[in-house]
């Protein structure tokens, strides 16, 4: 079953999964892209997906 979106490496979870949010991307900063490239964790977007909450 293929992901729609599909998930980026940076992901830690599909979007709208309970416990997560999305974040700025600790690889570019947010920029999407990391040495005049497009940014590979986050698939150039500048965002992921990671989870929230402590526990």
Request: aromatic fraction near 0%.
């Amino acid at each position: 079953m293929a992901q729609d979106p599909p998930l980026n490496p940076g992901d830690e979870a599909e979007p709208g999964t309970p416990g997560s949010g999305e974040d700025l991307c600790p690889v570019c900063n947010g920029s999407g892209s990391k040495d005049g490239a497009r940014c590979e964790a986050c698939g150039g977007t500048g965002k992921v997906v990671q989870g929230i909450g402590g526990g």
